[in-house]
């Protein structure tokens, strides 16, 4: 319904905010019992839409007898889920996949006073009071660090009692020192300091308000997916932090219209938390529609405006956003990032150029997608270990459907490091195989790019509609590459949004890592051969 000013706002005094606001009496969850009060349970990590997932909850319960059974989020590892994690007194095993009736045997055994080991993936040594899932040290789950992504599949995720809140006692200033910066092609601090921004909005007049912008309407997966599942709180913490920085009695989740069901979790994690959190947010449904996810045209999405497309800037979201208020915009990643660093100081590198941790979601041409976590020392490669990939690996597309296309992956995940390549930094990485064609794959995404952008500038609306036809041309034998490369640079140059901004770079990337096989198409032969019946 919309709201008037007396529902819409958190306190007196505050500017009107009009928003479709999430209904509350939508289907959602079980709220579910700590999982960190008890040194024996059963843990059943589960990203909602698995069918044996629901088997295996539903075995474990009616078996257990004296021993908690918890259903936990995702822990970004598609091909473990529904992962059983069977824990007694500091030591787990984990089984992943398995039947009802393995967890039914495993579940006698833990009741008869022992872990069941046999067949196990991995059993883990650990301090029994950690809130943060034990990793194995081989497979999947051993990738990179469990930093933020540390809570996802570990604890009960609408369990306040399963959270240590740090909104409650700090602010975000930890965060602001470190230099942390901001993550995601939703954030409006996208790989810039984002305590520039927080004080731009406390210094600027009018009520500040934060919006985490968690509307993303790409096929792809990303690092969001995860904790707004596996770690809502964390989420909702790092919100409350920044809003009590900037001095903010407002905030909003902003989410797809079409994700019903993280809506209905994410209400009732909102609920949940309510009595603890400063700063209580709103949730907010948005146009499943792309250009809804770019941070100012989500401003435009809750506005109510009938035509959603960026704003252009100067000023600045910060300066003027939300209603004409200065405004936050950050991702559920970046909101994350700052809750870890205001609770454990020392996991952030003050002086590195790019703090924190970066999470990477695995997609492409693999049996199962998987969300990682990588220190901003790591080599982006160590994705690969997370993920079985269909046949041999050729190339790999990095920043989102509209990210660069690279043969090697043997560089930092850094902002930096993947900006000097000439590569996306969304948190993405396609890897695709030898059975793909480059010339057909960045075309797709031309193509993409032509149809969501928001047609307000020259460059976006029509560079887009060139560009794909430049491609399309190189099927009726003509490859013009100069031609494409001036029309990248006025796109890049002078588009207002980002879809216009960012539509050359697949092309482009592609071209100089697989100029051959562009020339190849042109002469009627595709050497991947899946572009046989266009030639």
């Known amino acids: 319904m919309w709201v008037d000013d007396a529902t819409a706002t958190s306190g007196p005094g505050t500017a009107r905010l009009g928003f479709l606001?999430?209904?509350?009496?939508?289907?959602?969850?079980?709220?579910?019992?700590?999982?960190?009060?008890?040194?024996?349970?059963?843990r059943v990590s589960t990203d909602g839409r698995s069918q044996n997932g629901d088997r295996v909850l539903s075995a474990a319960r009616t078996t257990a007898d004296s021993t908690p059974v918890v259903r936990t989020g995702p822990t970004g590892i598609a091909a473990a889920t529904p992962l059983v994690m069977v824990t007694r007194s500091g030591r787990t095993a984990f089984y992943s996949d398995p039947s009802p009736a393995t967890v039914r045997d495993l579940i006698d055994e833990l009741e008869a006073g022992t872990v069941p080991t046999a067949d196990a993936d991995a059993v883990v040594e650990h301090d029994p009071e950690t809130a943060s899932l034990p990793a194995p040290e081989r497979g999947p789950l051993s990738?990179?660090?469990?930093?933020?992504?540390?809570?996802?599949?570990?604890?009960?995720?609408?369990?306040?009692?399963?959270?240590?809140?740090?909104?409650?006692?700090?602010?975000a200033d930890v965060a602001a020192g470190a230099g942390l910066l901001g993550r995601g092609r939703g954030d409006a601090t996208a790989d810039e300091p984002v305590a520039d921004t927080w004080e731009t909005a406390s210094e600027t007049d009018g009520d500040p308000v934060v919006v985490c912008n968690a509307n993303d309407a790409s096929d792809l997966p990303t690092g969001d997916d995860t904790l707004l599942s596996g770690a809502p709180m964390a989420v909702l913490d790092g919100i409350a932090a920044v809003a009590e920085y900037?001095?903010?009695?407002?905030?909003?989740?902003?989410?797809?219209?079409?994700?019903?069901?993280?809506?209905?979790?994410?209400?009732?994690?909102?609920?949940?938390?309510?009595?603890?959190?400063?700063?209580?947010?709103?949730?907010?449904?948005?146009?499943?529609?792309?250009?809804?996810?770019?941070?100012?045209?989500?401003?435009?999405?809750?506005?109510?405006?009938?035509?959603?497309?960026?704003?252009?800037?100067?000023?600045?979201?910060?300066?003027?956003?939300?209603?004409?208020?200065?405004?936050?915009?950050?991702?559920?990643?970046?909101?994350?990032?700052?809750?870890?660093?205001?609770?454990?100081?020392?996991?952030?590198?003050?002086?590195?150029?790019?703090?924190?941790?970066?999470?990477?979601?695995?997609?492409g041409d693999v049996a199962d997608s998987a969300t990682v976590e990588l220190r901003s020392s790591a080599s982006l490669a160590a994705v690969r270990k997370a993920v079985e990939m269909d046949g041999s690996f050729k190339m790999a597309c990095v920043g989102g459907v509209l990210?660069?296309?690279?043969?090697?992956?043997?560089?930092?995940?850094?902002?930096?490091?993947?900006?000097?390549?000439?590569?996306?930094?969304?948190?993405?990485?396609?890897?695709?195989?030898?059975?793909?064609?480059?010339?057909?794959?960045?075309?797709?995404?031309?193509?993409?790019?032509?149809?969501?952008?928001?047609?307000?500038?020259?460059?976006?609306?029509?560079?887009?509609?060139?560009?794909?036809?430049?491609?399309?041309?190189?099927?009726?034998?003509?490859?013009?590459?100069?031609?494409?490369?001036?029309?990248?640079?006025?796109?890049?140059?002078?588009?207002?949004?980002?879809?216009?901004?960012?539509?050359?770079?697949?092309?482009?990337?592609?071209?100089?890592?697989?100029?051959?096989?562009?020339?190849?198409?042109?002469n009627g032969h595709c050497p991947s051969g899946t572009c046989t019946e266009k030639l």
């Open 143 to 171: 990738v990179g660090r469990r930093n933020v992504l540390g809570p996802c599949g570990w604890v009960a995720p609408l369990s306040p009692a399963d959270w240590s809140f740090v909104s409650t006692q700090r602010t």
């Open 403 to 522: 990210g660069g296309v690279t043969r090697s992956l043997d560089m930092a995940p850094t902002a930096q490091s993947l900006r000097a390549a000439g590569l996306g930094t969304n948190g993405v990485v396609e890897l695709f195989d030898t059975g793909r064609c480059t010339v057909e794959t960045v075309g797709k995404r031309a193509r993409f790019a032509s149809m969501e952008n928001s047609g307000r500038c020259v460059p976006g609306r029509e560079g887009t509609k060139q560009l794909a036809e430049l491609l399309r041309d190189i099927y009726d034998g003509s490859f013009e590459n100069d031609k494409i490369r001036e029309l990248s640079r006025v796109m890049r140059q002078s588009s207002n949004c980002q879809t216009g901004a960012h539509a050359p770079r697949p092309v482009t990337t592609a071209i100089d890592e697989f100029e051959p096989e562009f020339r190849a198409h042109t």
């Open 246 to 363: 900037v001095d903010a009695g407002d905030a909003v989740v902003y989410v797809n219209e079409s994700e019903t069901d993280l809506q209905a979790h994410l209400r009732e994690a909102i609920d949940a938390a309510a009595d603890t959190l400063p700063v209580v947010p709103q949730l907010v449904a948005g146009p499943d529609e792309f250009r809804a996810g770019e941070p100012t045209a989500a401003l435009e999405a809750l506005e109510g405006a009938d035509r959603i497309e960026p704003r252009l800037q100067p000023p600045s979201p910060a300066k003027r956003g939300l209603y004409g208020r200065p405004t936050v915009i950050h991702t559920p990643r970046t909101f994350a990032q700052v809750q870890q660093a205001v609770a454990d100081p020392g996991s952030v590198d003050a002086d590195a150029a790019d703090p924190g941790t970066r999470i990477v979601a695995v997609a």
């Open 21 to 42: 606001i999430v209904q509350h009496e939508a289907q959602s969850m079980t709220r579910e019992t700590t999982a960190l009060a008890h040194s024996t349970a059963v």
